[in-house]
C-alpha cells in the first residue's frame, strides 16, 4: 500500500512539473506568434493609400519620411528623391475646400472621381485617402506599400501608434527609458540593502533584528499602485522644487520610487544567505585575528556571494518589470531620455497604459507583444550575466 501511495505522489509531482512546463512554453510561444505578426503589418494604414501625381518619380518612403511630410517638416519633394517641387497636402477632411457638394454628390457618391481628377492635375500632391477612392488607378502613382521592417522598429526613434498615415514603432525610447529608470533605481537599491542586510545578519541584536524583519517584508506584499501613490505624492513635488523643474515626474522619481520597492526583496534573501553562513567559519576567522568587519568581508559575502546575486537578480527584475508604480511617476514620455530628471517611458507602462486600446491582431497589437519580447529577452540576459558573475565568484 505504501508502494502504492509512493507512486501516485510521484505520478502526480511528474504530472505537475510537465503541466507547468508546458505551460510556460506555451505562454512564450504564443507571445512570439503574436509579436511577429508586427513585421507582416503594412506601413500605410490598412485600407488607405498614398496618391501622387503621374509626374511624381518618387517610388517609396520610410514611415518616418511620410510622417514628416505630413507634419510638414519636409515640403519640398527634393528632400525624399524627387524633383524640386512643392509638396502639397491632401487628407479625406479636406476635400470641402476643393469641391462643392453637388459636385461630391448627396452620398458622396463621386467623391473618388473628384479625388482622383484633383490628384491627376496637381504635380505636387500627396493624397491620403481610402483605396475605393481611387477609380482610376492607372491615371495616378501609388506609394509603394511595403511591410514594417526589423530596423524601423528597432532603430526607430519614436513611438506614435496613432499617427497617420504611417503609425511610428520605434523601440529605443522605451528601451532606453526602461534601462534608464531600473539602472538607476539597482543604483540606489543595492547599497542600502546589502548594508542594511549585513546589519541585520551580522551587527544588529537578536531582538532588533527580530522586529525588523517582519516590518521589511510586509513591505515587500505593499500593492505597487500604493508605492505610486507615494511616488505622486511626496517624490513627485520634492524632487520638482529641488531640482527646479518643470515637472517632477521624471525618470528619476520613478527609480527612486522602484528602489524602495526592490530593496524588501534583496534585504530578505540578502539577509537569509547570509546567515546561511556556518558559524564555523566565522569562528574560524575571528580565532586568526581577524576583526568583526574583516570577517563579513572576507568570509561572510564570498561565503554568501550566491544569495546576494539572486536577491540582486530579484530586485533588478522587480524594478525591469514594474509597471504601475512607474506609470505613475516618470511622466509617460516616449522620448529618448538625455537626463535622469527628463520623462521617460518605459516598456511595462507602455503595454499597460495601450494594450486595452489596440485593435487586436493590428500593426499596434503586434507591436506592444513584440515589446513584451524585448522584455522578456532583457530579464533572460539579467539573469544569465548574474549568473555568470554569480559561478566566476565560487
Not at 502504492?4 to 505562454?27: D, M, P, R, Y
Request: proline content about 6%; hydrophobic content about 50%; aromatic content about 10%.
Amino acid at each position: 500500500m505504501r508502494n502504492v501511495l509512493e507512486k501516485i505522489v510521484a505520478g502526480v509531482l511528474t504530472c505537475s512539473g510537465f503541466v507547468t512546463s508546458l505551460t510556460i512554453v506555451l505562454i512564450v510561444l504564443f507571445l512570439f506568434s503574436e509579436a511577429l505578426g508586427l513585421f507582416g503589418s503594412k506601413v500605410i494604414e490598412e485600407g488607405y493609400v498614398l496618391a501622387l501625381n503621374q509626374e511624381n518619380v518618387v517610388d517609396e518612403l520610410s514611415p518616418r519620411e511620410i510622417k514628416d511630410i505630413f507634419d510638414e517638416e519636409i515640403t519640398n519633394w527634393r528632400e525624399v528623391g524627387g524633383a524640386d517641387c512643392p509638396i502639397h497636402l491632401f487628407r479625406l477632411e479636406d476635400v470641402k475646400s476643393y469641391f462643392t457638394e453637388e459636385e461630391l454628390g448627396a452620398a458622396y457618391e463621386n467623391a473618388g472621381a473628384c479625388i482622383t481628377s484633383l490628384v491627376e492635375r496637381t504635380p505636387g500632391i500627396i493624397a491620403f485617402i481610402p483605396e475605393q477612392f481611387v477609380v482610376h488607378p492607372d491615371s495616378v502613382h501609388l506609394i509603394k506599400d511595403n511591410t514594417i521592417s526589423v530596423a524601423d522598429v528597432f532603430a526607430g526613434a519614436e513611438w506614435f501608434p496613432t499617427a497617420t498615415p504611417a503609425p511610428q514603432f520605434g523601440f529605443l525610447p522605451l528601451i532606453t527609458g526602461t534601462l534608464w529608470v531600473s539602472f538607476f533605481a539597482i543604483l540606489f537599491a543595492l547599497p542600502f540593502g546589502l548594508a542594511v542586510a549585513i546589519y541585520m545578519s551580522e551587527v544588529a541584536p537578536h531582538r532588533v533584528r527580530n522586529m525588523l524583519k517582519p516590518v521589511i517584508e510586509l513591505l515587500s506584499g505593499i500593492p505597487s499602485v500604493v508605492y505610486g501613490f507615494f511616488g505622486l505624492i511626496v517624490i513627485v513635488p520634492f524632487l520638482q522644487q529641488t531640482f527646479d523643474l518643470p515637472v517632477g515626474e521624471s525618470g528619476l522619481a520613478g527609480a527612486l520610487v522602484l528602489a524602495i520597492m526592490a530593496l524588501p526583496t534583496i534585504i530578505t534573501v540578502t539577509e537569509d544567505a547570509m546567515r546561511n553562513c556556518p558559524r564555523a567559519m566565522r569562528e574560524a576567522s575571528l580565532a586568526l585575528g581577524a576583526s568583526q568587519w574583516q570577517t563579513i568581508y572576507k568570509v561572510v559575502i564570498p561565503y554568501s556571494i550566491s544569495g546576494i546575486t539572486s536577491g540582486v537578480v530579484l530586485g533588478i527584475g522587480r524594478a525591469v518589470g514594474e509597471t504601475m508604480a512607474v506609470l505613475m511617476v516618470t511622466g509617460n514620455a516616449a522620448v529618448i531620455p538625455h537626463s535622469i530628471l527628463e520623462p521617460l517611458r518605459t516598456i511595462p507602462a507602455t503595454i499597460a497604459a495601450e494594450l486595452g486600446e489596440a485593435p487586436a491582431g493590428g500593426a499596434h497589437y503586434g507591436a506592444l507583444f513584440m515589446l513584451g519580447v524585448v522584455l522578456f529577452f532583457i530579464s533572460l540576459l539579467i539573469n544569465f550575466t548574474v549568473e555568470a558573475v554569480s559561478s566566476k565568484q565560487k
